[in-house]
Each structure stands twice: as structure tokens, then as C-alpha cells.
């Protein structure tokens, strides 16, 4: 089945400074690649997401590119802010007969310094 | 619209107590799911339902029952409590279940068995 990684578990960046979370995935069948942030107390938020057809896409500070003969994936924020702070987690789906088949990373803790 | 909702915020339970964690999403959505959270291990899906009356397993189904008689709720049953479900639950919906449509989290559950 599907594996993904994320690493750093946890990061610290000045305000202003960029971050970047990378993820790497283990069944290349996936093609569908989330990512989520979570304040504390609160429920998974979508972010940002990359089909498998496309290399890179932005959203503002936020951007994702996907590079599948590596089977990496990773999230850049520029521009930090001190409400960036959260985890983020990645994950890697495709379709399973019916229904999603989503495997999740384990999380990065991202802490903003004013 | 009030998204998805989750009852209750917080429980304790002993170890053999039954309970069911509730779950609804007013969006009319066809997908829904359950997660569990642990630390530094993700979310991991539990079961998921992609219509009334349809559901199937995840990755760690066991200990866990769910039944899908309405399209608003996804109620999420431990039949006898064990330690090992202590956890934060999420349920989460999505409208079709593909692996492109975005799932929309509730705000969770957090479980200690005692």
C-alpha cells in the first residue's frame, strides 16, 4: 500500500523568512496530492492540492510542486506570518474502486518567530 | 451552512463502555469518512461511506462500526472501548469521493479510554 513521508517533523522560520515541507510517496498510481493545515483545536483545513498532470501550482504565498519520477511533493510559504503557525500535513490519494483511498504524513509543526 | 459537526467535543470512557461518536454535514454531500489521529502518525481512515445505505472499511477498521441511513449522518459506534482508541476523531465529507474533490473536516473528537 501507500507510504508517505514528511519531513522536518518541526520547523522554525523567522517572519518574513520562507518554509518548506517536503513529502515523498511510495505507490505511483497516486495522483492526487492535498495538502492540509490544522490549527490547534480545530479540524484539517485544505490548503493547497496538485493533480499528477501538473508540476507546480501557486495560491498566493503558498505553493506545491510535484515531481513524479522522484515521487516527491513539497509545500513552499513565502513570506511568513505568524499566523502560518500550525501543522501541516500532506497526503498522496488515488481512486479505489469507489471512494477515496487517502494515506496521510504525519505532520509538520510549523512555528512562525515574530 | 454549518459544515461539518461533531459530537461530543470531548469524552472519557472505561475500558468495555460502548459509545458512538456522532457526525453530520448539512452540504449534501455524498462521501463521508472517519479518521483517527494519533501523535506523529497522521490521520488514518477508519471507514467511509460514499452514499446512505453504502459504506466499506479503511486502513484500521477494527473495533469500530458505522452505518450510513441518511445522507447527512455518518455516526462512527466502539462497541467496547479499549485504550488503544484513545485518539482525536475526524469525520470528514467530500461530495463525490474522488480523489479530486476536497474533503471538509469536522472539528473532532478528542477520546481517552481509560
Known amino acids: 500500500g501507500e507510504n508517505v513521508e514528511q519531513h522536518p517533523s518541526t520547523l522554525s522560520v523567522q517572519e518574513g523568512d520562507s518554509a518548506v515541507i517536503k513529502c515523498t510517496y511510495s505507490?505511483?498510481?497516486?495522483?492526487?496530492f492535498p495538502w492540509y493545515k490544522q490549527e490547534l483545536g480545530k479540524g484539517p483545513q485544505l490548503i493547497i492540492d496538485?493533480?499528477?498532470?501538473?508540476g507546480e501550482k501557486k495560491d498566493q504565498r503558498i505553493a506545491v510542486t510535484l515531481n513524479k519520477t522522484a515521487k516527491h511533493f513539497s509545500l513552499h510559504i513565502t513570506e511568513t506570518q505568524p499566523e502560518d503557525s500550525a501543522v501541516y500535513f500532506c497526503?498522496?490519494?488515488?481512486?479505489?474502486?469507489?471512494?477515496?483511498?487517502?494515506?496521510f504524513g504525519p505532520g509538520t509543526r510549523l512555528s512562525v518567530l515574530p | 451552512n454549518a459544515g461539518v459537526t461533531q459530537t461530543p467535543k470531548f469524552q472519557v470512557l472505561k475500558t468495555g463502555q460502548s459509545m458512538t461518536l456522532q457526525c453530520a454535514q448539512d452540504?449534501?454531500?455524498?462521501?463521508m469518512s472517519w479518521y483517527r489521529q494519533d501523535p506523529g502518525m497522521g490521520l488514518r481512515l477508519i471507514h467511509y461511506?460514499?452514499?446512505?445505505?453504502?459504506?466499506d472499511q479503511g486502513e484500521v477498521p477494527n473495533g469500530y462500526n458505522v452505518s450510513r441511513s441518511t445522507t447527512e449522518d455518518f455516526p462512527l459506534r466502539l462497541l467496547s472501548a479499549a485504550p488503544s482508541q484513545t485518539s482525536v476523531y475526524f469525520c470528514?465529507?467530500?461530495?463525490?469521493?474522488?480523489?479530486?474533490?476536497?474533503?471538509?473536516f469536522g472539528p473532532g473528537t478528542r477520546l481517552l479510554v481509560l
Open positions: 505507490d505511483s498510481a497516486s495522483n492526487y
Open positions: 497526503a498522496a490519494g488515488k481512486w479505489k474502486n469507489y471512494g477515496q483511498n487517502f494515506v
Open positions: 470528514a465529507s467530500s461530495f463525490s469521493g474522488g480523489p479530486k474533490e476536497t474533503q471538509y
Open positions: 452540504m449534501n454531500h455524498e462521501y
Open positions: 496538485i493533480r499528477s498532470n501538473v
Open positions: 461511506s460514499v452514499g446512505a445505505g453504502i459504506t
